[in-house]
DNA sequence: AAAAAAC
């Protein structure tokens, strides 16, 4: 395999943007992908997020747009994603390895005033990056016209089946020159994915580069018993966390909205730094709570699915399952938010009387069982089947346990290390509802789930840190998902 | 049973 970006075809001006970024080696799905995108072959890519998938399609692209140019309301690739939050996730990656072109971008997400969007549309955009809805509303308007796109990206398919987009996909495709390129991705490949590869495809080149449904070795699997009183489930919640000597900052995935609101509201009163994501909250307060997660002024994320897939933060220490998810591929997918670039990561579900089920299922899947522990942390025994899961026993028993070893490091071939993080206590996003007032921390928090001092929080992270050292004596390896922060997301200053 | 996405 290519074991460097120069064997791949890429220009000189997207090759001196890789550098400039700080990698050297292109991950498998890159090698793989771009020469055959280069030679304007169809592709249809299976990879998860988190494999330097999207920088397998920008790259390429950015080199073939090096010819021609954008004319007004014509542009000439096309990006779709699902959510709003990978779709400037994307952007931001044009951005950066962009950097030495003059390529218009344009985000065209839901969500936001339309105004910006119309601007650059009048302008010229070279690259559409969109979600469905709001791609469809332009055009609509009259703002786009679709007969010079020649690239096509279709990123998260299956995602986008979950979500009902397929009909909308369908119509874009109609839309667009029959004679183009098309890069299709998927983390996996459903028969109604396959069949629409067939119809929207030439001729493609397949790709694959993890297995299915595999989850990263990098990550140390807990199950944690509760009962299913919400309440009881948020105090074993914070007693782990507080438990957790390794944690720096962790998501907390709810199925419900709802959950996702009352659990960040309780946290917060209960003295952690947490905030909410979900797609109910206006798209303002999305980016501030995700941006501030991602600069580390908010240790705690909670949130629904929206942050499941795909979404790139790249030192994610922990994730909590509060609810157990009840499709077994949503747990690898949130999960997959830790243990991210070859760092190591540790994932707790709690597990209701009721959720056995679902924990069967997704140790089918996932072709392992997850081990029990106590609410303190502690690994206990393998989990229990199906039916036998009684609730109320010392889950809740305080334990004040510390965390336990972490699993040594694992190699890694994706990215390199991003800034050092900092450590900060101030203002959080009071996502919901606007207050009039940012909100000043407590001054004094739970030791585990507080931002401590720089160099305490530095004490507190030994093993990772010591395995980034080591990725980062050889240079920086691979081209992954660690992207800063998108400028699209840092667009609003003020959190309320 | 729920989440996501256009106005």
Redesign the pocket.
């Known amino acids: 395999m290519t074991s460097d970006f120069s064997g791949l075809g890429l220009s000189d001006k997207v090759t001196e943007a890789v550098a400039a970024a700080g990698y050297t080696k292109p991950t498998e799905i890159q090698a793989q992908a771009i020469p055959h995108v280069l030679q304007k072959r169809d592709i249809i890519g299976i990879a998860q997020t988190g494999t330097g998938k999207t920088a397998s399609f920008v790259l390429p692209m950015l080199t073939l747009l090096e010819s021609g140019r954008a004319r007004a309301r014509m542009p000439r690739t096309l990006i779709l994603e ?4 990978l ?1 400037a996730q994307v952007h931001e990656n044009f951005e950066k390895y962009g950097k030495n072109h003059k390529l218009s971008v344009a985000l ?7 105004e910006d969007q119309n601007r650059v549309l009048d302008r010229g955009a070279d690259v559409l990056i ?8 332009q055009f ?1 308007r009259g703002r786009i016209l679709l007969t010079g796109v020649d690239i096509l990206v279709i990123d998260e398919a299956d995602r986008m089946l ?4 397929i009909p ?1 996909i369908e119509r874009i495709c109609g839309l667009l020159p029959a004679r183009r390129q098309t890069l299709f991705f998927s983390a996996t490949m459903p028969p109604e994915i396959q069949k629409l590869t067939s119809r929207f495809l030439r001729d493609p080149v397949r790709l694959e580069v993890a297995r299915q449904n595999s989850t990263a070795e990098t990550i140390e699997q807990r199950l944690v018993k509760v009962s299913g009183k919400p309440d009881e489930k948020r105090e074993t919640l914070r007693r782990l966390i507080r438990a957790e000597s390794g944690l720096t900052n962790a998501i907390i995935f ?7 609101a009352t659990l960040a509201r309780s946290l917060e009163r209960h003295g952690f730094s947490a905030g909410a ?5 206006d ?1 303002k307060s ?1 980016m501030e709570t995700l941006d501030a997660f991602k600069a580390d002024r908010l240790t705690l994320l909670v ?5 499941a897939r795909g979404l790139d933060i790249p030192a994610v220490s922990h994730v909590f399952n509060f609810d157990a ?3 077994a591929e ?1 747990y690898v997918h949130r999960i997959g938010r830790t243990g991210r670039a070859g760092r190591s990561g540790v994932s707790i579900t709690l597990m209701g009387p009721s959720d056995g089920k679902y924990i069967d299922a997704i140790q089918k899947l996932i072709q392992r069982d997850i081990p029990l522990a106590d609410a303190g942390g502690e690994a206990q025994a393998p989990a229990p089947s199906r039916g036998e899961d009684g609730s109320e026993e010392n889950a809740l028993a305080p334990r004040g346990r510390r965390g336990r070893a972490r699993r040594g490091r694992t190699s890694d071939n994706e990215t390199a290390e991003p800034p050092a993080r900092r450590a900060a206590s101030e203002a959080r996003p009071e996502a919901e509802k606007p207050a009039a007032e940012p909100r000043r921390r407590p001054a004094e928090r739970p030791a585990a789930a507080a931002p401590a001092p720089e160099k305490e929080r530095r004490g507190e992270r030994p093993r990772r840190a010591r395995s980034q050292d080591i990725d980062d004596a050889d240079g920086p390896v691979g081209f992954g998902p660690d992207s800063p922060v998108p400028a699209f997301l840092l667009r609003s200053s003020r959190i309320n």
């Not at 994501?277 to 909250?281: A, E, K, N, V």
Request: with cysteine.
């Open positions: 699902p959510t709003r939050e779709a065209l997400i839901g969500g936001v005033s339309f969109a979600t469905p809805g709001r791609m469809l509303d609509e979950d979500m009902g987009f909308d709810c199925n419900r909205k709802r959950d996702v994501l979900h797609g109910d909250m798209q999305r949130a629904s699915d929206v942050a998810p009840t499709h949503d």
